[in-house]
């Protein structure tokens, strides 16, 4: 009996082993085939400019522009620029959540008819270009932090709260009467009704305003800095240091991508719901 035992074992050990090996198999696979536009883009630049198709002067190669950002890292030249660009987008980015998501419960909730009356206004703020605020928002708060954290915050709190009064009126309401009818009032059913109900467009909306806080702080860095990726950008440009000027531009598109990956990530983790949905 024991033997038996012993080779249903080693027998179930095997299959786990060879599963799992099929697993890592499917998952390099499925990972291979997705970055195979990647892998020929990168191999088109790093040819493109040692056989002439471009001028090396203007495209530097990636092996070029990978030795300069390990030369950026190590001189230490790098890390305070993205240290206090982050600083910036993130602090902007958290002003417009912290504000932009309360007001729109208040605007999408109880007070619609005060949404209404705003509305055509919210959307014309939404659609003034950013750029053309720049002057105005360093006439008023100067050249220093504050505004670069000012026009941040302005460009991403509309995102922020037209897609939490979006989600808020998007809630369905034979939900919200069944809670009631169930003795769920108050606080309880904002939380366990309403706020989930939302929680898909509030996301999609701070994952707009984290891309747009990115794009925004470069050229805010670009126009009235002297430290941060965007003047690093600008420094690089203008002092025509073509490898440092794509090894900084590589560095925001990372660090874009990564912002991008953890909040898709969260939203995995906190919206659970969304992807276990039963499809009939």
């Given amino acids: 009996m024991e033997g038996i035992i012993r080779k249903i074992a080693a027998g179930s050990l095997k299959y786990g082993k060879k599963n799992s090996i099929a697993d890592l198999l499917n998952k390099f696979t499925a990972v291979l085939r997705h970055s195979i536009s990647l892998f020929v883009f990168v191999a088109i630049w790093e040819i493109a400019p040692r056989v002439g ?26 890390l305070p620029h993205i240290e206090i660009s982050l600083f910036r987008a993130v602090s902007g980015f958290v002003l417009a959540a912290m504000i932009g998501i309360p007001l729109g419960f208040f ?18 703020l939404h659609a003034v270009n950013p750029f053309s605020l720049f002057p105005v928002f360093i ?28 989600g808020i ?29 939302a929680s898909v467009n509030i996301f999609h909306g701070l994952k707009t305003s984290c891309g747009t806080a990115f794009f925004i702080l470069i050229a805010a860095e670009m126009i009235g800095a002297s ?12 002092n025509y240091q073509i490898p440092k000027l794509f090894a900084t531009t590589v560095t925001i598109a990372s660090l874009g991508l990564f912002l991008n990956y953890l909040f898709i990530r969260l939203e995995h983790k906190l919206i659970k719901w969304k992807d276990d949905t039963v499809q009939y």
Wanted: hydrophobic share 55%.
């Fill in 139 to 166: 006439l008023l708060f100067g050249i220093g932090e504050f505004s670069k954290v000012a026009i941040i915050f302005w460009v991403c709190l509309w995102p922020v709260l037209l897609n939490t009064i979006t």
């Fill in 107 to 124: 605007l999408g909730g109880r007070f619609r008819l005060f949404e209404r009356i705003l509305n055509p206004v919210l959307h014309l």
């Fill in 53 to 78: 198709l471009v001028p090396e002067t203007f495209v530097a190669p990636p092996s070029v522009v990978l030795q300069t950002l390990v030369k950026l890292a190590a001189d230490g030249v790098l």
């Fill in 227 to 238: 430290n941060g990726l965007g003047w690093l950008v600008f420094n690089a440009q203008t």
């Fill in 169 to 197: 009126k998007n809630v369905d309401t034979l939900l919200i009467k069944s809670a009631r009818s169930m003795g769920v009032k108050g606080l309880d059913l904002f939380l366990k009704v309403i706020l989930p109900g």
